[in-house]
């Protein structure tokens, strides 16, 4: 695949048609590469001059990892900081990575405490302050005093709370996606739940495609043997997932919780969002004043991934406005 990337030239990934095949066919193929869990499916096609780092970091007990691009300087509010949502991973971002580090920005994506590549954590750092707390770690031992901070999904919740707890330190917050704590499951998703399914641990095949059905506008077609992988996997680690899908359960409600953030704040929602619907988006703005939401027709729950470029040019103007930058 990488020989593939190397060979597209700026000229066939400007023509608009074309870009949009390239970008559905990588959506496909890199499924396979992807990590297992909820909102795996998480390669989007970068930039072709984007080269994104894979670094490490001592953090709490574990080593964290996290993806870096761009040339923004330490200290001067130009990083960004990105956070994926439940059982993903970091490179669900790399897209959007690449974008805003087009237009000078420092994009910085870890792999949350347990979760992707980063180990050594433990049942209870899953915990949503918890989260917090190492990941104000990881910004302190990289140096970065002051950053915008951005999440999608559970990611979300995180960064609303990251933002209330240290914001001095945080210059905007935006929801790449609608964020957990809102809002209750989308009727679709309960349904599947009132008939003892819970798709984001599938166990079969048909849980599995159901899933993906509801994570995407336009689900992407995966390989029965990709598929068997990471069911098998659910199936084996069954105990796990659930533990943590039972903890991040916990912060249903947490944005409306606490005391209200005064940051500029941004969201981007999906109209076919079938993870959180999007009649919620009136309710985030009444817990959080003053939140400029974008509602994107023919999106589903993963705006980073399937939206990523609309989504980016979306969000950088938000950024090039907020603070009057």
Known sequence: MEVVLKSLTPAILEHQPMRKFIIQLFLVILVVSGSIGY????????????????????IGNGTLSYSQVGKGQVGNGR??????????????????????????????????????NSNGFTLRDYALENQTTLLHELMEKLGIKS????????????????AQRYPNQVRSLAFIGSPLGIVDWANSFKEAIFQGINPFIPITKEQFALE??????????????VIAEKVNDYI??????????????LYDDILCQGVPTQLPTFTIWGEEDKIYDIRGANRLQECIAGAKVIQLPKAGHLV??????????????????????
């Not at 993903?88 to 910085?108: F, H, P």
């Not at 950053?147 to 990251?162: E, Q, T, V």
């Not at 509801?214 to 029965?224: G, K």
């Not at 980073?304 to 930058?325: C, H, M």
């Open 39 to 58: 909102m795996f499916v998480n390669r989007a096609t970068p930039a072709s001059s984007c080269t994104i780092a894979s670094l490490t970091a001592q």
């Open 147 to 162: 950053f915008d901070l951005a999440g999608s999904s559970m990611g979300g919740a995180i960064a609303h709370l990251y």
């Open 236 to 249: 084996t680690r069954n105990q796990h997932y659930q533990q943590v899908w039972d903890i991040v359960n």
């Open 304 to 325: 980073l991934i399937e939206n990523a470029d609309e989504a980016a040019s979306k969000y950088v103007e938000f950024l090039q406005t907020a603070r009057g930058r």
């Open 212 to 225: 993906i059905s509801l994570l995407f506008f336009t689900p992407p077609t995966i390989a029965d043997s």
């Open 79 to 116: 990083s960004i900081l990105l956070l994926h949502g439940l059982f993903a991973d970091k490179e669900q971002w790399n897209t959007m990575m690449c974008r805003l580090s087009e237009v000078g920005y420092r994009a910085i994506a870890p792999d949350l405490p347990g979760y992707g």
